[in-house]
Nanobody, 118 residues
């Protein structure tokens, strides 16, 4: 079975940093585009960052310059380094995997909570 397990969330003060991890099992990560999405209470889920299986990255304007997505295919793990955190970054962050060979439903993790507050 396929599992995406996020970790690294927590409580951090504004201006602080966190690194989120997404550990994948049951898939070969190198064949997937990976992404991080986030959802705050009462707000529609939004894309934060993606990284292709070729290593190309895309970021939402709201996080560009502050967040960095990376992948380690040998470890089947994707990371999201979050710097200069703002209260508006508070959300549940979800890991996403999109298969690039044939059309399939995406895989999703259960989420990890990030709270930015003083």
């Amino acid at each position: 079975q396929v599992q995406l397990v996020e970790s690294g969330g927590g409580l951090v003060q504004p201006g602080g940093s966190l690194r989120l991890s997404c550990a994948a099992s049951g898939i070969t990560l190198s064949t997937y585009q990976m992404g991080w999405y986030r959802q705050a209470p009462g707000v529609q889920r939004e894309l934060a960052a993606t990284i292709s299986n070729g290593g190309r990255t895309n970021y939402a304007d709201s996080v560009k310059g502050r967040f960095t997505i990376s992948r380690d295919n040998a470890k089947n793990t994707v990371y999201l380094q979050m710097n200069s955190l703002k209260p508006e970054d508070t959300a549940v962050y979800y890991c996403n995997a999109q298969y690039m060979v044939v059309v399939r439903p995406d895989y999703w993790g259960q989420g990890t909570t990030v709270t930015v507050s003083s």
